[in-house]
């Protein structure tokens, strides 16, 4: 054997090697993913299938009934209610409203009486405010055993006549009850289709005529777009179409009546269609033929 051999023989070694660590492959990652991802969505659908089970064997809805009947039995049932700030409304209709209620949970928890935590009160609340006269309406709980119904009415500002019927409304125009013709109040009156609607205006009118206003006792709303306007003494004012035509033109009236007296003469009729005129009608003696135009004053 030759030196060359055993020294290349004699070189030879097995070097031992760590296995290198291999990446898991990305097919392997996203397939973790989507697993995870699929188990969320069968959780969450098994918890929808369970809320929809639950509602269909009413137990949320009987849940609520038992915890207010438990209420009802520790006491807090209701025994009566206090109505506050009624003044013009029928109370009848409150009353009718309250016990409805009051009749219907008791029925729920199926004891004589309502339990305070079955009422419904803000079921009252709404009802009370489809009639006219509530402008607001609270109701709340007095533990241990009376519910509060504090009524905010409006006010009446007028009478609006439409179609031969009477009704009372605010200065909004909202119609709060009818009026037997019998028992009028002593409040200016509205004639015709969609008055009640142009109460503002007209207030807003009158408002800027302080000296005339006290004496108004009708307002026809015309051809639903203008007013003509009849006070104490007779008289009617025919306003043109507008509210800014219709203020200037009243406040002009409003400054000849303070200075030269125009109410009260006998006229009949002063009317302020025109812009910078005032024509007027005077009131004619038994048999007189009518002729000519009315007389104008400018």
């Known amino acids: 054997m030759s030196a060359a ?3 290349r023989g004699g070189s ?3 070097k031992s090697r760590k296995p290198a660590k291999v990446p898991a492959p990305k097919k392997l990652a996203a397939h973790s993913r989507a697993n995870k991802l699929a188990g969320i969505v069968l959780g969450a659908f098994l918890l929808a299938i369970g809320f929809v089970v639950l509602i269909a064997m ?11 009947s438990a209420t009802g039995e520790a006491g807090f049932k ?23 209620e009051l009749r219907r949970a008791a029925e729920q928890a199926g004891s004589a ?6 009422v419904d009160v803000a079921a009252i609340r709404q009802r009370l405010l489809a009639f006219g006269w509530v402008k607001d309406a609270r109701v709340s709980r007095r533990l241990p055993d009376t519910l509060v119904i504090d ?30 013709i019998t028992k009028m109040p002593d409040l200016p009156l509205l004639i015709g289709t969609g008055a009640n609607g142009q109460a503002q205006q007209l207030e807003r009118l009158m408002t800027a005529v302080p000296t005339l206003k ?25 306003l043109p179409e507008g509210e800014e035509a219709a203020r200037a033109a009243l406040m002009k009236f409003a400054r000849l009546d303070k200075s030269t007296g125009l109410l009260g003469r006998g006229i009949v009729r002063f009317d302020l269609r025109i812009p910078g005129k005032m024509i ?19």
């Open 5 to 7: 051999h055993v020294r």
């Open 12 to 14: 030879t070694r097995t």
């Open 58 to 68: 009413d137990i949320p809805a009987k849940a609520e009934r038992a915890a207010g």
């Open 78 to 100: 209701v025994s009566g209610y206090e109505i506050v700030g009624l003044n013009h409304m029928n109370r009848s209709r409150v009353d009718e409203v309250v016990t409805g």
């Open 113 to 118: 009486k309502a339990p305070q935590a079955l």
């Open 151 to 180: 009524i905010v009415e409006r006010r009446p500002a007028a009478l609006w006549q439409n179609r031969g019927e009477l009704a009372l409304i605010d200065a909004e125009g909202v119609v709060l009850d009818r009026v037997p």
């Open 214 to 238: 006290p004496q108004l006792t009708s307002a026809t709303w015309v051809g639903r777009r203008r007013w003509d306007l009849s006070f104490q003494s007779g008289e009617t004012v025919a």
């Open 280 to 298: 007027v009608r005077l009131p004619r003696a038994p048999g007189e033929a009518i002729t000519g135009e009315p007389a104008r004053a400018g």
